[in-house]
Nanobody, 113 residues
């Protein structure tokens, strides 16, 4: 399984970004996809995930601001990030969970104040 993430960048506080992550290789429909992030000097933390049935899990600090969605036919998961804050600055990692956990290469999100 390979995960290719894109969509990171530099944005001002209050702005928006949309991350995308496409899975390729031996991908099955019964899987969870989502996003974690890691800021400098901090542990990697959950941002949001979506199971194959559509159920979602969000970190408290993104509820109401970020929305996860997926296109099952394209094996792609998206993260719409609105009302971004400087503390959202981190490397965002795409994740796929099935019988094992797979990580993408990470995409940098930088929010300036």
């Amino acid at each position: 399984v390979q995960l290719q993430a894109s969509g990171g960048g530099l944005v001002q506080a209050g702005g928006s970004l949309r991350l995308s992550c496409r899975a390729s290789g031996t991908v099955v429909s019964i899987m969870t996809m989502g996003w974690y992030r890691q800021a400098p000097g901090k542990r990697r933390e959950l941002v949001a995930t979506m199971a194959s049935g559509g159920s979602t899990d969000y970190a408290d600090f993104v509820k109401g601001r970020f929305t996860i969605s997926r296109d099952t036919a394209k094996n792609t998961v998206y993260l719409q990030m609105n009302s971004l804050k400087p503390e959202d600055t981190a490397v965002y990692y795409c994740v796929l969970k099935y019988t094992a956990t797979y990580w993408g290469q990470g995409t940098q999100v930088t929010v300036s104040s």
